[in-house]
């Protein structure tokens, strides 16, 4: 097959057109030989760039190189690379006329023009192209109305590149031979590649000995292969992120560095840091998703769609911080990493817990966790940084006098331009004046050199000065960008603004110029050189502004779906930025214009977004972060609305799991408060106190007189699902499991047609715990299980406990196979999300496989450690049960004397009735075996008394066979006894024990 395909296509291109400006004077003024020559190196160049670009040249018209980029076949980037060919081109040019003119005299100029557009295109091979279309005249007149030096875009073209590009707008213009005036652009500048970040423009003055223990600290990381964790704290304009970039730009070239900023707005954006510095790592991602693993690539994914993500989609907090630890580990692996986060004063507590687990967990990879903070991370996190092996922290405070006088001089030598004057007075007076603060200093020296007299007292009223002093444009671009964050990109800069296209080059310019904003690390963005700048700029702008403003910018990110793709997930995610930018929106608008009509509607979005973000930072177990949220939620939320109910249950449950009881009673008053005269809601809250207070230790509440009330409307949903679920808190703390389940049943029978995901996972959750005492037989247990493994299959957290039940189940239907199998899978889990309390569990349950197992020695070791470890952990009651477990593993392997020893630990009682139940029976049993038969009769005949409080089948069971063992001991009929036992046990479907007692039945006779 040829190459060449005769056949005219029809296809999208990019036309670019060159031309040299004022050719004829060049004519007339130059030798023809010279100005061939010169021509020829004008041609050589573009057509080299055109050609370095991917473009092909069409055809010379005059001096005129006319271009196009898209044949034979189109790219993506063909705009991008048309403008950075001519972009090229030009600076050739300019080269070419430097070049010549001291020797010729004359000035070279070239214009250039570029249009994007569907043409013909003929003979679309190599160099014999042809091009018909519109898009070529437009990109030939837009060269010609470009000025000397000027690259001219059409606005399709400049649309394609604005990421890439300055743009500034001209006025339309009236192109020959074109009915309408056509919209462009000039090109200021275009950077293809990431701007790398700016560099500081004078040296660190002093700071010496922080540089160093942070360098010494760095090292000790790296050499002893640990993680170890650095604070640095102090005042705004100190000097911290200055002395860290320091500190990052001396470091080997083989440390991986990162870095991630918490925003000082963003209520819920728990995890905006992480996402930021996994942006760096987007061209890595494919590779880093594989060494991460499959959970953890799922976490850290789900990071960057948080907010837009599913419900179900949502990692746990667990996941997270397990996904960020491992993925520290892979890129540590090989070379240092340094991990710098910085204004921590503003994280989220289950940030800070993720870091500090960090610290506390990383092994063996050379990792720097670099923490800067002002000092009121303290009042935060007063216990910051405690308790861990390699962990330092450094207060910065103010500078030496020599230091400033270094400082302030290095500053007038470096902006000369500003500090235009020689007045050592004004020198002293910043020196003495700006109390060894940096960008004091710095404000000072440029408001007395522009000439003031008085100075404003603090930094803030300082930079307030100095922002008033800046020109309009630039004014209005900071303050645009000061709402929108501390990083902010043109394209959101543009539009907050109205009507004709910004001039958005200039302005941005000079307040880099200024050092006001730097070019940020993603590409097309910009940021806040400092923190302060930001918070300044966007106290002083007026707030009627900002709430249109941040209304238009929550429509900008809500209309932007995340479009993230696999291979970069983390380009610019937007969590939270929705929410985020309508509560400010809210807020203000209620300040300043209450009356403003569209606010009910604002407000109602921007309810419905923070109750939703909520949601989800609940359903990961964001508490700090779900309870802000929701909060916040409510009172966007006019009152009267239904949903305060299922909100103030929400809070209530998110707090008390805090251990925050009185606080979770608060929530229930604001409801009342909210929703006055609202029966349902009033019962709602009656039914959610009667849990709080139970779960404060007191007694349970009279449940007839809820009943009658709950009767008056039987489709109260919510009402009487909370109602189930206290009813089954009740019968669990009485040991009576069927009626718990039964009631959690009728929970469930309520919160499915209410739809309520929240609701029904709770009371999943509990009804899969409870199956293990319950009389729900084992196959349907089990299968519930099964269940719960496929719905909460993304949340390993979740997983585990429903990973224990299982295993239980299994042991006693007799597969101590999968039993062992589940528990492996469970601790496996439960180590790598540093689930304490669960890999308690995980020993525990080990213990009763091992012992149905008949491995009394291993078992009794396990219940020992679980018991230990739970009581260290505080749980006190449920470690006295476990440890009678323990001796009457003892027992059974035959050893009495220290059984007996054992058991003596229990004499006082054991709180937990399935302890106090084995205790008794177990004394019993010892009796019997030391000949004290009528000691041991009477001890069976209290635990069979005992035993009418429980309905647990298996635990009737274990203590019925012991009942029949001490009866047969002292000579009496053990057989009702061994009946009951087995009748239990079936009734369970708990085949392993049944088949035991079976035998044991068989031996009597
Ligand atoms: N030792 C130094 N030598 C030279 N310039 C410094 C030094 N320390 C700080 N600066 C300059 O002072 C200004 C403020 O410093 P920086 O931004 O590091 O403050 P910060 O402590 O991080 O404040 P914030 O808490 O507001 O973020 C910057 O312009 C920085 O370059
Ligand atoms: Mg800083």
Known sequence: MSDRDPRPTRRHIVVLFIDIVGSTELAERLDPELLLRILDRYYAACRTEIFEHGGAVEKYIGDAVMAVFGVPVSREDDALRAVLAADAAMSAVRRLSAEIAPTHGVRLDAHCGIAFGEVMVADGSGSNVRVIGDAVNTASRLQSAAGAGEILLGDDVARLVRQHALLDGVPPLTLKGKRDPVRAWRLIAVEPDRGGPETDTIPLIGRTEELHQLTRFHDRAARDRQCCMATLLGVPGIGKSRLVREFLTNLPEDVTVLTGRCPSYGIGATYRPITELLEALNGEWPALAEAVGTEGARALRGLACLGDADYEDTPGVAEIAQAVRSLFEVLARDRPLVVVLDNLQWAEPTLLDLIEDCAAWLADVPVLLVCVARPELYEARPSWGGGMTCAMSLELGPMSPPHMTRLVAELRAERADVVAHDDDGTYQRVIHGSDGNPLFAELMLETLAEGAVALPPTIQALLGARLDRLGGAERHM???????????????????FDGEPPLTATPLRRLQRDRLIRRGALLGSYEFTQTLTRETVYALTSKEVRADWHRRLADWFGDRAADASDDAPFAGSASGDVSRHLLAACRLTRQVRPGDPLLPELTDRAADRLIRDGGQALHRRDLPAAIALLEQGREMLPP????????????????????????????????????PEDPRNRLTCVIQREVLALRSGARAPELESLRGRLALDPRDDLSWCRFHQL???????????GAADRALRDGLER?????????????????????????????????????????????????????????????LSGDLGGARESLDTAGHYAEELHLGLSAIAVVQVRGLVESLDGNHEVARGLFTRAAAALRAAGHGGSAATLEVYAARETLRRGDVRQAAGELARSEAGVPQLRGELTAIVMRGAIASLNGAHADAVSAAERATALLESTDDPCLQGDVLVEIARIQRAAGRDPAEAARRALDAYLSKGASLPARRVRDWMKGLS
């Open 751 to 811: 919160a499915r047609p209410m739809g309520d995901r929240y609701e029904e996972d709770r009371l999943l959750g509990g009804l899969c715990e409870l199956v293990q005492w319950s009389s729900t037989p084992v196959p349907e247990g089990l299968a519930l299980c099964a269940g719960l493994l496929a719905r909460f299959a993304g949340d390993r957290a979740l997983l585990v406990p429903v990973l224990l039940t299982r295993a239980r189940l299994l042991a």
């Open 727 to 737: 009813q089954a808190l009740i019968h669990i703390e009485d040991g009576r499991f």
């Open 478 to 496: 900071l303050e645009r960008a000061a709402t929108i964050g501390q990083s902010f990109t043109v394209e959101q800069l543009e539009t907050l």
């Open 640 to 675: 009267g609305r239904d949903e305060h109910r299922s909100l103030a249950v929400r809070i209530s449950d998110a707090k008390l799991a805090r251990g925050e009881a009185v606080a979770a009673a608060a929530a229930l008053d604001r409801a009342e408060e909210l929703l």
